[in-house]
């Protein structure tokens, strides 16, 4: 079976690989949203985050 193949299951992927993976997405987007002098970059901050937490709480509390 090739390698990408098991990437569906719990046997491929780690629970917390997926949040660990949004969180840099999140870090470059206030950073690169800061350095082009956006005033809202608060804003786009809290709504990023918000969207990782709800798209990832599921995969936070898994038993391994």
Same mark, same amino acid.
């Given at each position: *079976? #090739?390698? $990408? +193949?098991? @990437?569906?299951?719990? +046997? /491929?992927?780690?629970?917390?690989? #997926?949040?660990? @993976?949004?969180? #840099?997405? @999140? %870090?470059?987007?206030?950073?690169? =949203? &800061?350095?082009? /002098?956006?005033?809202? &970059? #608060? *804003?786009? =901050?809290? $709504?990023? +985050?918000?969207?990782?937490?709800?798209?990832? %709480?599921?995969?936070? +509390?898994?038993?391994?």
């Amino acid at each position: *079976m #090739p390698p $990408g +193949a098991t @990437l569906g299951s719990e +046997a /491929g992927l780690p629970c917390h690989l #997926p949040f660990a @993976l949004e969180t #840099p997405v @999140l %870090i470059h987007g206030v950073i690169v =949203a &800061w350095i082009a /002098g956006q005033d809202f &970059w #608060p *804003m786009f =901050a809290f $709504g990023v +985050a918000a969207l990782v937490v709800v798209s990832q %709480i599921h995969g936070l +509390a898994c038993r391994t």
